[in-house]
């Protein structure tokens, strides 16, 4: 399938306006609302406990997200189900960013889907955990943040730096090599866990140019 320049006409989603603007959102409006968020919750949190019982607890809290991260992209984003129903609910999740992976205004999750994962997550938290919940849902969603704009970044920024560019190949890699594989976005060790990582075969394009050919951002 030929990638999608800058000139392609973004894909309709639903035939409803209301519910395909649910479908975007533009990252000013993204740091926007999770630094509203992640200021509220760190207020909340704030005097619940040392900064030495709330350190793991972010950290463990961003570990706990980078697993989601993966399980996520791997067996529901990927899911390759018989039915069309649910082939078309995989194609609206996540299968249309594939087909027009250069779409800035898809580049990021939409509110109505990471705010019910969030508040699903919470919940989930605040019944294993209780009142430390807070601290592990503030590193969770901090871990979200970094994941979302890491993903964001590897399709519209250049990504200088060796550690920005490792994980814009990584990615682009799973865009424009093999779907099956390079799940991860940030932590990149779950790729290397579960032997997912994609490895380039000698006669493959170097991964450079890869990174050179990926189309321009469609407006």
Do not use: C
């Not at 406990?49 to 697993?67: E, K």
């Not at 019944?127 to 592990?136: L, R, T, V, Y």
């Amino acid at each position: 399938m030929k990638a999608p320049t800058s000139s392609d006409k973004r894909l309709k989603l639903f035939e409803n306006r209301w519910l395909e603007k649910l479908t975007v959102i533009s990252v000013g409006w993204f740091v926007a609302i999770w630094t509203t968020v992640l200021v509220w919750l760190g207020y909340s949190a704030w005097g619940s406990a040392t900064w030495a019982t709330a350190l793991p607890l972010i950290g463990a809290g961003w570990l706990l997200l980078t697993g989601v991260e993966y399980s996520l992209h791997r067996w529901a984003f990927h899911w390759k189900p018989k039915s069309d129903l649910m082939k078309q609910v995989v194609f609206i999740m996540h299968g249309n960013h594939h087909m027009q992976p250069m779409d800035k205004m898809r580049s990021l999750m939409p509110p109505v889907v990471s705010f019910p994962i969030g508040i699903g997550v919470a919940a989930l938290l605040e019944a294993a955990f209780g009142q430390a919940s807070e601290w592990m849902l503030f590193g969770f969603l901090l871990g979200y943040v970094a994941y979302d704009l890491t993903h964001y970044g590897s399709h519209q920024w250049a990504m200088r730096g060796p550690i920005a560019r490792r994980l814009k190949r990584h990615h682009m890699l799973h865009h424009f090599v093999s779907e099956d594989g390079n799940y991860a976005v940030t932590a990149l060790f779950w790729d290397r866990l579960f032997r997912t990582d994609i490895k380039l075969g000698k006669r493959a394009k170097p991964a450079r140019v890869i990174l050179e050919e990926a189309p321009e951002p469609a407006e």
